[in-house]
């Protein structure tokens, strides 16, 4: 993909994702709502100072340190992670031996088709690009073994109403740790009954999602995926006195509005 972005422009980090969203929505993967789901958390990245906090970042190790640890781990995807960082995120699934659910709110079967095609034609290119510390031959191995899960959901998230309780028996429903990127409120307790650790990654440190995870990090998705990749390369062990409230207390009080 081309983006139009100006690597000059103060703000170009969040230009790039703009025509990032723009691109997606053209192709079709998107929900209508996204750019509004979009535009929101580009208002609390403003606040939260565009840059990763020291608890957004102690929350990242965390969730390094529990995907590593996992023995099912399942990276679910919708369509803004898809325009935003489905190749960032397949490369930490591709490490963390994961595989990826494309589950998505707003579902149709159409969007699912246009995601799905869209997430592993990135795939097959990834499979191309081993990145340092790894041989062509392991890289090209490591990715071809996610699986993109999502097409033939034959599982119901419980406690869940409609098509968006849809997943796979072999994904979502049996995984014991997962990342779920801007996920909504009544799907992150849905998951977190169901037994499982889930890790969120929300700007709005009060968004019942983020109040709902085991492990919230509240950054902006894209700068959390590339953190998550090289923490995952020195994880530490998790923590079982994990304090979340305290985590987003301290998002909170990171909230600024100083001009930046
Ligand atoms: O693709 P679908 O059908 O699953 O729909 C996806 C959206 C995102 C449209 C849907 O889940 C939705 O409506 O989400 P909400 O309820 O608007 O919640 C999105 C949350 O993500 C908000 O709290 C935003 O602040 C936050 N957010 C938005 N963009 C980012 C973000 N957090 C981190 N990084 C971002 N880039």
Redesign the pocket.
């Given at each position: 993909m081309k983006h139009v972005a100006d690597p000059t422009h103060p703000r170009y980090r969040s230009l790039l994702?703009r025509a990032k969203i723009e691109e997606a929505v053209k192709a079709g993967l998107?929900?209508d709502?996204?750019l509004?789901?979009?535009g929101?958390?580009?208002?609390?990245?403003y606040l939260l100072g565009e840059r990763t906090s020291e608890s957004a970042m102690q929350a990242t190790k965390e969730a390094a340190a529990r995907l590593m640890a996992a023995e099912h781990p399942i990276i679910s995807f919708?369509?803004?992670?898809v325009a935003?960082a489905a190749e960032e995120l397949l490369k930490c699934a591709a490490v963390m031996g994961a595989d990826v659910e494309i589950?998505?709110?707003?579902?149709t079967e159409e969007?699912m088709r246009l995601l799905i095609s869209s997430v592993s034609k990135t795939k097959e290119s990834l499979k191309h690009e081993a990145p340092d510390g790894f041989s062509a031959d392991e890289w090209s191995r490591m990715v071809e073994s996610v699986r993109i899960l999502g097409g033939e959901p034959d599982g119901l998230i419980p406690g869940l109403e409609g098509p968006?309780a849809n997943c796979h028996s072999e994904g979502i429903l049996s995984a014991d740790v997962l990342l779920v990127?801007?996920?909504?409120?009544d799907r992150c307790e849905a998951l977190v009954a169901m037994g499982a650790e889930v890790i969120v990654?929300?700007?709005?440190p009060i968004?019942r999602?983020?109040r709902m995870a085991s492990v919230t990090v509240v950054?902006?998705?894209?700068r959390?995926a590339l953190n998550l990749y090289e923490e995952m390369k020195k994880p530490g062990k998790p923590d079982d006195d994990w304090n979340n409230q305290a985590i987003l207390d301290a998002a909170v009080n990171s909230v600024t509005f100083t001009e930046q």
């Open positions: 994702m998107l929900a709502s996204a509004i789901a979009h929101r958390g580009e208002a609390f990245d919708n369509g803004n992670t935003l589950n998505i709110f707003y579902r969007r968006r990127p801007l996920e909504d409120g990654i929300d700007l709005n968004s999602s983020a950054d902006e998705l894209t959390f």
